[in-house]
């Protein structure tokens, strides 16, 4: 599995504040204000803990992990590669959309 390098260089050293994971959709919300969400079809992995610092986040396909620095991963399937992830900052801009 290779690096998003792109959606990596985003949100890398950003901690989590608090994270919600429902049937359909990841929330992570970023203690700067910023905020991530992810639509996912499935996810195999314990939560992403809340004060854990992303480090990396992997992509191939329909798989998505997003590693911390704690040594944390989240592995998730999402509906549509290429489009399932966006990432906002505290004005609710958009940084990422893919």
Known sequence: MAANLKLT?????????NFQLNTSELLIGFVDGS?????????NSPPLREGARIRQVD???AKLVIECEDHSTMDLT???PGSSV?????????????
Do not use: F, W
């Open 9 to 17: 260089h985003i949100v890398k050293d950003r901690v989590i504040q």
């Open 35 to 43: 905020a991530m969400k992810v639509k996912i079809l499935e996810s």
């Open 59 to 61: 992509e191939n396909q």
């Open 78 to 80: 999402v509906t549509n």
């Open 86 to 98: 966006s990432v906002r900052d505290k004005n609710n801009q958009v940084e990422y959309l893919g």
